[in-house]
């Protein structure tokens, strides 16, 4: 059965400073994996997602994701943080064979201090 | 705007009660989703219908109960509420029967059971 772990539940940034978000999956196929947003709210926003293809993917307001499947990984990144880009951060898997759901992770809250 | 609409966004009940929650996909979406987020829980899949037919069944509880209706709105119904039950209820929408690409996420409906 396929899983993630988020490592950490909040991580606090200063404004420009690098985001570093944990997430380790399980999963005993090559999974698929997402990482969504939720702002204050709202519903959950599809960041990035990596379906098998290139294993660094690239999604929405600069952030990315590496796919190291030696390290069972995917950290999702942002090189210089904003104020907005505080919000929860979900990592998700789901199994290519038995994509009948996606099985999140328990949300990293980021923090932007000015 | 995701393109998923749920309503209503907020709703207090009392234990005992039934209340339905209603979900339009985006359109021409077939999938539909549902998912409890809880403080102690995270994110649960609840279930998912696909063009009107059960696909897949998550930690949905007996006391709930979802369909798919001809026009692919989906109503999720929950009776005999209890407080834990209390929580924020997403629905999801994709193209695709299997969870192999983006699912689209309404604001959800916060349901607190007092």
């Known amino acids: 059965a396929q899983s993630v772990t988020q490592l950490g539940s909040h991580v606090s940034v200063s404004e420009g400073a690098l985001v570093l978000l944990r997430c380790n999956y399980s999963?005993?196929?090559?999974?698929?994996l997402f990482w969504y947003v939720q702002y204050p709210n709202q519903g959950l926003q599809l960041l990035l997602k990596?379906?098998?293809?290139?294993?660094l993917v690239k999604g929405i307001n600069d952030f990315e994701a590496e796919f190291k499947k030696s390290e069972t990984s995917f950290h999702l990144t942002k090189p210089s943080a904003h104020m907005s880009d505080a919000a929860e951060y979900f990592c998700?898997?789901?199994?290519?064979?038995?994509?009948?759901?996606?099985?999140f992770g328990t949300g990293t809250r980021l923090q932007v201090f000015p | 705007d995701s393109g998923v609409t749920q309503t209503p966004k907020h709703l207090i009940t009392a234990t005992g009660q039934r209340v339905t929650l209603r979900c339009s996909p985006r359109?021409?979406?077939?999938?539909v989703y549902w998912y409890q987020q809880s403080l102690d829980q995270g994110l649960q899949f609840l279930i998912q219908y696909y063009n009107g037919e059960e696909r897949a069944k998550g930690n949905i509880l007996e006391r709930f109960s979802a369909q798919q209706f001809p026009d692919l709105h989906s109503e999720l119904n929950l009776s005999s509420l209890e407080l834990g039950d209390s929580a924020l209820y997403f629905c999801?929408?994709?193209?695709?029967?299997?969870?192999?690409?983006?699912?689209?996420f309404g604001q959800g409906t916060r349901l607190t059971v007092v």
């Open positions: 998700a898997v789901s199994d290519p064979f038995n994509t009948d759901k996606l099985i």
């Open positions: 999963s005993s196929v090559p999974p698929y």
């Open positions: 990596y379906t098998s293809a290139a294993t």
């Open positions: 999801a929408s994709s193209p695709a029967e299997r969870m192999n690409t983006e699912a689209f």
């Open positions: 359109s021409g979406d077939l999938s």
